[in-house]
């Protein structure tokens, strides 16, 4: 079953496809499409990357998409929406994550590429200084710009957490800061940088994309804005858009 609903009275669009792998492929020709269409008019588009298996997934679709060459690569900017807080060649880092599925195979801009700190960079083991210097970069970029992104992908957890803002956390109720560092992710490893709420309302559009039943309850309490169950999944908004991209199976609940 493939669907597309509209669930007009939160402002997102949900698009559930009858599998994960027509669920990435789509995912990936959305976005090629997206930010081609985004260059068109800007010239240059703004994408923060996010890691997990489904994100991941999309990346390694992307790169062999038959439509990969609409996109210029070199004017493209990354960011992440969150990092995990290990040496940067440790295969647990997103970033070498998205290098090894995506941006080893398109020509992007070295320049315009900004990875989280890792915990063998500049700042060694302080992860407060990495989220601090990450939070300034996209602070210095928000007074010139009115979105951060113009599309922020993003995975959803079991407990519905999305980048690395987990339920309850103090890093979810951050009010302004655009980065924080988290300890103790119930989710390893457990330091980890991530992007706040602050800078993911700052996305033109932000993209919710998960398959896979162990995430059913968790969508439907975030699609459906649940306040007896509230997830942080369910204070995503994008500026101009909310899109959610589900597999049958995460969306059997909604
Ligand atoms: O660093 C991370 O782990 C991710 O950013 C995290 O937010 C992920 O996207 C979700 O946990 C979903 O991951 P799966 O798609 O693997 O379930």
């Known amino acids: 079953m493939s669907h597309h609903a509209s669930y007009a009275e939160h402002g997102s669009d949900v698009l559930v496809r009858d599998s994960e792998d027509a669920l990435t492929e789509s995912v990936a020709t ?5 930010l081609a269409h985004t260059q068109a008019r ?34 493209v900017d990354f960011y992440w929406s969150d990092d995990r807080f290990v040496p940067r060649n440790d295969p647990e880092r997103n970033e070498l994550q998205v290098r090894r599925a995506l941006l080893q195979y398109v020509p992007v801009e070295t320049a315009r590429v900004f990875p989280m700190p890792a915990s063998d ?30 599309i922020c992908l993003l995975g959803v957890g079991e407990d519905g ?12 109720e951050e009010p302004l ?27 033109a559009e932000t993209w919710l994309v998960t398959a896979g039943a162990a995430k059913a309850a968790a969508v439907a ?34």
């Open 30 to 34: 959305e976005l090629v499409r997206s």
């Open 42 to 75: 800007e010239g240059s588009a703004s994408l923060a990357v996010t890691g997990g298996r489904t994100g991941i997934a999309v990346f390694e679709r992307v790169s062999r998409h038959h439509l990969v060459r609409e996109v210029d690569w070199s004017a």
């Open 121 to 150: 960079g500049v700042y060694g083991s302080d992860c407060a200084a990495a989220a601090a210097s990450y939070a300034d970069l996209l602070a210095r970029k928000a007074r010139t710009s009115g979105s951060l992104f113009d």
């Open 161 to 172: 957490h999305v980048a690395s803002l987990f339920p309850g956390s103090a890093a979810a």
């Open 177 to 203: 800061r655009y980065a924080v560092a988290v300890h103790g992710s119930p989710k390893p490893p457990s330091t980890r940088v991530t992007l706040t709420f602050p800078a993911i309302a700052r996305a």
């Open 221 to 254: 309490s975030a699609v459906h804005k649940d306040p007896t169950d509230p997830v942080p999944a369910a204070r995503v908004r994008g500026r101009v858009r909310t899109r959610w991209f589900l597999d049958d199976q995460a969306a059997s609940a909604l």
